[in-house]
């Protein structure tokens, strides 16, 4: 995770308080970003996509980041058809994101 | 110095009070852009503040512009935070009252030069504010003579709103604290010696 070390100035709890606050937040932010675009909310669906794509960019998640862009530029544009199939490619790469930090965790506990 | 954050993403907030902390600022986090514009608009507001652009209730540039709407002898240094980073936004950002823009994800390195250069300016201002309360103070305690003053073309005497007439130091000294060392100039040194009234 060379990229959110730098970030926060190689401070290596930093970093895992990071992604622990990450893995905490993502996964209830995606189920309600699949509620509200079930229920058409298109502000909802907007601003929630823009939430994870900000959120992703700071883990270098370049796919989570572009598709999450897109979900929200979609969301602009008022497709919502078009938003409900970028969401299912989104929701897959950010559990594989999430399970990827997971295991970075695991394998590099914290030490400060 | 102290500076805020304002943006509604945890994982945003926590890595950049890190970076700012560890610059040596002590940091104000809030999570959206009314909370920000209340902690802007208190009594003692930060010298900085980081805003993100998108926020709930108030966007970043919604809150510069309410910011700036409110003069101050040393304003806060407003940075809007962007993820999108085109140009037009770059200008919308400024002209809504940013003094400064970085785009997310943000450079550390970036940011601790971008946030010294604010607080170069904050304390610059700062400094200013002081000499201009300073210098207002000090024309408070000043008297001025202005306006028209009636004088008698023959004793010099000055008269007053009262109808008073007063010697023109008596007068002068009123009205600007001035004092006066009288002595005589020398034509009228002169004028005496002849009138036999003063002998040098």
């Known amino acids: 995770m060379p990229g959110l070390l730098a970030r926060v100035g190689g401070d290596t709890a930093a970093m895992h308080g990071v992604i622990a606050l990450f893995l905490e937040d993502t996964p209830p932010l995606v189920a309600t970003l699949r509620e509200k675009l079930d229920a058409k909310d298109t502000a909802a669906v907007l601003h929630l996509a823009h939430a994870l794509k900000g959120s992703a960019s700071n883990f270098d998640a370049t796919t989570v980041t572009a598709l999450a862009k ?3 530029a979609r969301a602009r544009a008022g497709d919502l058809a078009a938003a409900q199939s970028v969401f299912l490619e989104l929701d897959a790469e950010v559990s594989r994101l999430l399970t990827s930090l997971e295991r970075f965790r695991r394998q590099a506990p914290c030490v400060s | ?21 560890s610059a040596g600022y002590a940091v104000t986090v ?4 009314a909370e920000a514009l209340e902690a802007l608009q208190a009594e003692d507001p930060p010298d900085i503040a980081l805003l993100d ?10 809150v510069c512009k309410a910011v700036k709407a409110r003069e101050r002898p040393a304003p806060t240094y407003l940075i809007l935070l962007t993820a999108k980073g085109g140009s037009t936004d770059v200008i919308a950002g400024l002209e809504a009252g940013a003094d400064d823009y970085l785009v997310k994800p943000v450079n550390p390195g970036e940011l601790r030069a971008r946030l010294n250069a604010g607080a170069r300016i904050v304390q610059l201002q700062q400094s200013l504010a002081a000499h201009v309360q300073q210098l207002q103070d000090a024309l408070a305690s000043v008297k001025t003579l202005t306006g028209l003053v009636p004088i008698c073309g023959y004793c010099k005497s000055i008269r007053d709103d009262s109808d008073y007439w007063h010697r023109v130091e008596e007068y002068i000294s009123d009205h600007t604290g001035a004092q006066f060392s009288h002595g005589i100039c020398p034509s009228c040194m002169d004028a005496l010696e002849k009138r036999g009234v003063w002998h040098s």
């Open chain 1, 70 to 72: 897109d979900l929200e």
């Open chain 2, 30 to 33: 809030v999570s959206s852009g």
């Open chain 2, 1 to 21: 110095m102290r500076v805020l954050i304002a943006d509604d993403d945890a994982v945003t907030t926590r890595i950049l009070s890190k970076i700012i902390t």
């Open chain 2, 53 to 62: 652009w998108v926020m709930p209730e108030m966007d970043g540039p919604d």
